[in-house]
């Protein structure tokens, strides 16, 4: 059995500062898998429920955050409130409950389990490797990896056996799983390592952000924020497909203004260190993001995060903001950079036996401090989301006026 207790530290680092860094710990420290994110859930909604914060599951599995109901959801979308719609555009924060990892298929034999993947993994030094087990009541134990075969394009495990030290008596079909290090999570001096950053810290920060938000004292007008947290993002933003499909966010038919934000964790790219701080998406692997909506979030890190935070198109993976955009939401991304990406070996570091072998992923706190920072500083009211580039305007129109006479 690997133990809850996953609270290592070494070096001499300070308190984060940020918030509800047990939660964030607990968050970090639960088994999931896509389409497997019960335990992601059953926490999240015992914090949610114990703060008083409003949620409920859409009819996919999705958490919604900041609606008690369907009903109170379209309220929101359409900007009722007492005296007229709102103009504040509705900020529906995504990120995704599930991360990389195996499915039971059938025993093979009492100690030989085979197994499906899903999603991204490591392709190198898998043979022998750690994998952690659990089913719908926690942890269930762990085992090895052998019998390793790649999907077609080699970009990933397809299937696998995982031999396990003591036999289990439960249906294949009940167990998940996937790579195994030390603890879920320990953290070394500011850094966190664990089996899944991507993208509980992103889960983390929607639930922070919410916390904050309804606090005790309940708002006189309903608050222009939605968390949506998604089920299966590993394998093609599933979760976040059927829930546009339902149609509900479609349904503020232009009286109210929505705007998309994603939260991930994005493999580190040069221009997007771990530890410089959060950056500001300007796109992923398959689109560029909206240029206006990315105009407020750019000039809100600016101002309230002076060179400590980065910006970039994270090519290194596609997000949930590319599938807001294929539903017409006005979408920008927030990104914590993340080493090791998808347990890839890349940046090595503890527990990493071999480069590009199978590791821990990691984070920096100082990172999801300023991705709270930010997420907090987009629901301020008066954003200038009706004309983010008014400013800009302002200053090429005083370029003209100097240079006028020179035409
Ligand atoms: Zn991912």
């Known amino acids: 059995m690997l133990s809850g207790i996953a609270r290592r530290e070494s070096g001499s680092a300070r308190a984060m500062k940020t918030p509800h860094l047990d939660l964030l710990l607990d968050i970090l420290a639960q088994p ?14 015992r914090v949610l429920e114990q703060a008083g914060v409003p949620f409920f599951a859409d009819p996919l599995g999705n958490l919604v955050v900041g609606a008690a ?15 007229g719609p709102s103009t504040e555009p509705l900020r529906v ?21 085979k197994v499906q993947w899903h999603g991204g993994a490591p392709v190198k030094h898998l043979t022998g490797a750690s994998v952690w087990l659990a089913d719908s009541h926690g942890w269930t134990g762990s085992g090895t990896l052998s019998r390793v075969k790649l999907t077609a394009s080699k970009r990933s495990i397809d299937t696998a056996e995982v031999h396990i030290s003591t036999p289990l008596d439960l249906p294949a079909n009940r167990l998940y799983g996937g790579f195994q290090f030390r603890a879920p999570v320990w953290r070394s001096g500011k850094r966190l390592y664990t089996k899944a950053a991507d993208d509980l810290v992103g889960v983390f920060a929607i639930v922070a952000t919410a916390l904050a ?57 040069p221009g997007a260190i771990v530890g410089k701080g959060p950056v500001v998406r300007l796109g992923d692997r398959r689109t560029v993001f909206n240029p206006g909506t990315l105009k407020v979030l ?12 980065q910006r970039r198109i994270m090519d290194g993976g596609t997000c949930e903001a590319t599938a807001a955009t294929a539903y017409g939401f006005p979408s920008i991304g927030i990104s914590v950079p993340l080493g090791n990406y ?22 920096h706190l ?39 006479k020179l035409l």
């Open 32 to 45: 999931t898998a896509p389409f497997r994110e019960e335990h992601v859930i059953a926490t999240v909604t």
């Open 366 to 404: 100082d990172d999801i401090a300023g991705e709270l920072d930010l997420c907090r500083a987009l629901m301020k009211t008066g954003l200038p989301w009706d004309d983010p580039w008014k400013k800009q305007r302002q200053l090429l129109q005083k370029n003209l006026r100097h240079y006028r």
């Open 298 to 309: 750019a000039d809100v890190a600016e101002q309230i995060l002076p060179g400590s935070h």
């Open 69 to 83: 109901s369907h009903a109170e959801y379209l309220r929101l979308v359409r900007g009722e409130r007492s005296e």
């Open 342 to 363: 998808h347990n890839q070996g890349f940046e090595g570091g503890p527990d990493c036996k071999r480069p590009g072998g199978p590791a821990p992923e990691f984070v």
């Open 213 to 269: 938000l309804f606090g005790k004292r309940r708002a006189a007008q309903p608050i222009p924020f939605l968390g949506l947290l998604t089920r299966a993002e590993e394998v093609g933003f599933i979760g976040a497909i059927g829930h546009f499909e339902l149609g509900w966010l479609a349904q503020s038919q232009g009286r109210r203004p929505v705007v998309c934000v994603s939260l991930e964790a994005s493999r580190t790219l």
């Open 93 to 113: 924060f995504i990120a995704h409950m599930d991360h990389p990892g195996f499915h039971g298929v059938e025993w093979l034999s009492p100690r030989r389990l």
